[in-house]
């Protein structure tokens, strides 16, 4: 199984523009080097708040030794964006 874990403290302004969510990985075998492809998501919404990300497209691929057919892609839940107020000019 190879795990992903958003990474915590993902956020943007009201109104601006979204970033790539980051993530790290772990439970590969030593020696191989995971490839992904697609992207993690968050739930839909624009008012400041605080959303859910989620798996997303996110998907394994091969990369040299490491197979994505041998792993079961496993998703860490609970970690959320934040879209903060705007400032007010």
Do not use: C, W
């Amino acid at each position: 199984m190879l795990t992903v874990t958003p990474a915590a403290g993902q956020s943007k302004t009201f109104g601006g523009d979204d970033p790539e969510l980051a993530y790290s990985h772990g439970g590969a075998v030593e020696g191989e080097t995971p490839a992904f492809t697609g992207a993690l998501a968050r739930d839909p919404g624009e008012d400041a708040d605080t959303y859910a990300i989620l798996a997303g497209t996110l998907a394994l691929a091969d990369n040299g030794a490491f197979l994505a057919d041998n792993y079961t892609l496993a998703f860490t839940p609970g970690v959320v964006f934040t879209i903060g107020k705007a400032t007010s000019t």
